[in-house]
Protein backbone atom coordinates (compact mmCIF):
# COMPACT_ATOMS: atom_id res chain seq x y z
CA UNK A 1 0.00 0.00 0.00
CA UNK A 2 1.31 3.44 -1.02
CA UNK A 3 2.02 6.43 1.82
CA UNK A 4 -1.01 8.21 0.20
CA UNK A 5 -3.19 5.11 0.75
CA UNK A 6 -2.60 4.97 4.39
CA UNK A 7 -3.00 8.53 4.98
CA UNK A 8 -6.38 8.43 3.25
CA UNK A 9 -7.07 5.47 5.36
CA UNK A 10 -6.66 7.38 8.19
CA UNK A 11 -8.56 10.10 6.72
CA UNK A 12 -11.63 8.05 6.35
CA UNK A 13 -11.32 5.98 9.65
CA UNK A 14 -11.32 9.84 11.45
CA UNK A 15 -14.44 10.30 9.40
CA UNK A 16 -15.99 7.30 10.76
CA UNK A 17 -15.86 8.32 14.27
CA UNK A 18 -17.49 11.58 13.31
CA UNK A 19 -20.35 9.65 11.21
CA UNK A 20 -20.14 8.02 14.99
CA UNK A 21 -20.42 11.12 16.49
CA UNK A 22 -22.81 12.77 14.80
CA UNK A 23 -24.90 9.36 14.80
CA UNK A 24 -25.29 9.29 18.94
CA UNK A 25 -25.73 12.86 19.16
CA UNK A 26 -28.98 13.05 16.57
CA UNK A 27 -30.20 10.09 17.89
CA UNK A 28 -32.63 11.20 20.77
CA UNK A 29 -34.25 13.41 17.83
CA UNK A 30 -37.96 14.20 18.51
CA UNK A 31 -40.69 15.85 16.18
CA UNK A 32 -43.39 16.63 18.19
CA UNK A 33 -43.60 13.97 20.73
CA UNK A 34 -42.34 11.36 18.33
CA UNK A 35 -38.72 9.83 18.12
CA UNK A 36 -37.14 10.06 14.58
CA UNK A 37 -34.06 8.03 14.57
CA UNK A 38 -33.11 9.32 11.10
CA UNK A 39 -29.57 9.28 11.68
CA UNK A 40 -29.40 5.59 12.14
CA UNK A 41 -30.21 5.11 8.44
CA UNK A 42 -27.91 7.94 7.45
CA UNK A 43 -25.18 6.91 9.43
CA UNK A 44 -25.07 3.27 7.82
CA UNK A 45 -25.29 4.66 4.27
CA UNK A 46 -22.06 6.71 5.55
CA UNK A 47 -20.57 3.57 6.76
CA UNK A 48 -21.13 1.94 3.43
CA UNK A 49 -20.11 4.85 1.18
CA UNK A 50 -16.69 4.90 3.89
CA UNK A 51 -16.44 1.38 3.55
CA UNK A 52 -16.37 1.43 -0.84
CA UNK A 53 -14.07 4.72 -0.59
CA UNK A 54 -11.54 2.39 1.83
CA UNK A 55 -11.88 -0.15 -0.72
CA UNK A 56 -10.29 1.71 -3.23
CA UNK A 57 -7.72 2.31 -1.37
CA UNK A 58 -6.77 -1.01 -0.02
CA UNK A 59 -7.87 -5.24 -0.19
CA UNK A 60 -6.65 -6.35 3.02
CA UNK A 61 -8.87 -5.97 6.05
CA UNK A 62 -8.03 -2.30 6.88
CA UNK A 63 -10.76 -1.30 4.73
CA UNK A 64 -13.07 -1.86 8.00
CA UNK A 65 -10.76 1.07 9.79
CA UNK A 66 -13.81 3.48 8.87
CA UNK A 67 -16.64 0.86 10.79
CA UNK A 68 -13.76 0.52 13.72
CA UNK A 69 -14.18 4.31 14.44
CA UNK A 70 -17.20 4.11 13.83
CA UNK A 71 -17.78 1.45 16.50
CA UNK A 72 -15.33 3.18 18.95
CA UNK A 73 -17.46 6.64 18.91
CA UNK A 74 -20.70 4.07 19.48
CA UNK A 75 -18.80 2.99 22.49
CA UNK A 76 -18.24 6.39 23.63
CA UNK A 77 -21.99 7.33 23.77
CA UNK A 78 -22.31 3.73 26.06
CA UNK A 79 -20.27 5.31 29.19
CA UNK A 80 -21.52 7.25 31.34
CA UNK A 81 -20.88 10.59 32.10
CA UNK A 82 -19.82 12.34 34.84
CA UNK A 83 -23.62 13.02 35.69
CA UNK A 84 -24.53 9.37 35.16
CA UNK A 85 -26.43 10.12 32.22
CA UNK A 86 -25.65 8.68 29.00
CA UNK A 87 -26.36 9.28 25.32
CA UNK A 88 -27.29 6.10 24.05
CA UNK A 89 -30.44 4.26 26.16
CA UNK A 90 -30.95 0.81 25.99
CA UNK A 91 -33.62 1.06 23.75
CA UNK A 92 -35.15 -0.03 19.98
CA UNK A 93 -33.24 3.35 18.93
CA UNK A 94 -30.37 2.25 19.75
CA UNK A 95 -30.84 -1.33 18.26
CA UNK A 96 -31.80 0.87 15.08
CA UNK A 97 -28.69 2.50 15.16
CA UNK A 98 -26.64 -0.36 15.47
CA UNK A 99 -28.22 -2.54 12.89
CA UNK A 100 -27.87 0.81 10.50
CA UNK A 101 -24.85 1.07 11.18
CA UNK A 102 -23.25 -1.96 11.21
CA UNK A 103 -25.39 -3.92 8.95
CA UNK A 104 -25.28 -1.50 6.08
CA UNK A 105 -21.27 -1.84 5.61
CA UNK A 106 -20.95 -5.36 6.39
CA UNK A 107 -23.70 -6.23 3.90
CA UNK A 108 -22.04 -3.80 1.24
CA UNK A 109 -18.84 -5.88 2.22
CA UNK A 110 -20.23 -9.28 1.83
CA UNK A 111 -21.95 -8.60 -1.56
CA UNK A 112 -18.78 -8.53 -3.68
CA UNK A 113 -19.18 -5.70 -5.66
CA UNK A 114 -17.00 -3.56 -3.83
CA UNK A 115 -13.82 -1.64 -5.87
CA UNK A 116 -10.33 -3.12 -6.15
CA UNK A 117 -7.69 -1.42 -4.99
CA UNK A 118 -6.05 0.77 -7.24
CA UNK A 119 -3.05 0.05 -9.13
CA UNK A 120 -4.83 -4.16 -9.50
CA UNK A 121 -6.44 -5.65 -11.51
Known sequence: MRPVDRVLLGVLTL?????GLLSVAFLNVYVGSVPVPA?????????????????????????MLPLGGWVIAMGFGLFAGP????????????LLLVVFGAGIPVVVSWSGRLPQPRGTS
Open 83 to 94: GGDALLYTDWRT
Open 15 to 19: DGFIV
Open 39 to 63: TALIGGLANGVLLWLAAGHTGTPAR
